[in-house]
């Protein structure tokens, strides 16, 4: 039976001097203001691989304790792939990245090349969309930056 998840991240902006997304390092002024590497994509994906597996959130399993201080979110995201059951398999997984910049279109391919390897899933599988806010007040991305990630996957039954 196929069964999703969805998952969301934001995380504030702060100066620096590169961006974790998808576990693909980007060259900017920015960097993610957080507890780990502030990997708005792989946060988002991890929540939502935990949601299609009814197995709660990304806090409940990596807390911000000194444990995860600064970790590797891909790092975090195989913890979570080896908690699938046997016949389960990840089916395909949509993505939307919230970034006024740097863009991301020049980066989807090694973003998807990186991903792949973790979830076992074919780079043809994987969306990576990006998109900006236009500037709108009510939505107001200019000192931050988030993802929205859904995933199917087949359990087997």
């Given at each position: 039976m196929?069964?999703?998840?969805?998952g969301?991240d934001?995380?504030?902006?702060?100066?620096?001097?590169h961006?974790?997304?998808?576990?693909?390092?980007i060259?900017?002024?920015?960097?993610?203001?957080?507890?780990?590497?502030?990997?708005?994509?792989?946060?988002?994906i991890?929540?939502?691989?935990?949601?299609?597996?009814n197995l709660g959130?990304?806090?409940?399993h990596?807390?911000?304790?000194p444990?995860?201080?600064n970790?590797?979110?891909?790092?975090?995201?195989?913890?979570?792939?080896?908690?699938?059951?046997?016949?389960?398999?990840?089916?395909?997984v949509?993505?939307?990245?919230?970034?006024?910049?740097?863009?991301?279109s020049?980066?989807?391919?090694?973003?998807?090349k990186?991903?792949?390897?973790?979830?076992?899933v074919n780079t043809?599988?994987?969306?990576i969309?990006?998109?900006?806010t236009n500037n709108?007040?009510?939505?107001?991305?200019?000192?931050g930056?988030?993802?929205?990630?859904?995933?199917?996957?087949?359990?087997?039954n």
């Amino acid at each position: 039976m196929n069964k999703v998840g969805i998952g969301v991240d934001f995380h504030s902006l702060i100066k620096g001097d590169h961006l974790i997304v998808g576990g693909h390092r980007i060259k900017c002024e920015f960097s993610s203001q957080a507890h780990s590497d502030g990997d708005v994509l792989t946060h988002s994906i991890i929540d939502a691989l935990l949601g299609a597996l009814n197995l709660g959130d990304i806090g409940e399993h990596f807390p911000n304790t000194p444990e995860y201080l600064n970790v590797s979110s891909i790092k975090l995201l195989k913890k979570v792939v080896q908690k699938m059951p046997e016949n389960t398999k990840i089916i395909n997984v949509d993505t939307s990245i919230i970034l006024n910049t740097p863009k991301i279109s020049p980066h989807k391919n090694a973003i998807k090349k990186s991903l792949s390897e973790v979830l076992g899933v074919n780079t043809n599988n994987i969306s990576i969309k990006g998109t900006t806010t236009n500037n709108l007040g009510f939505v107001d991305m200019s000192n931050g930056w988030g993802a929205q990630a859904i995933l199917t996957i087949d359990d087997g039954n």
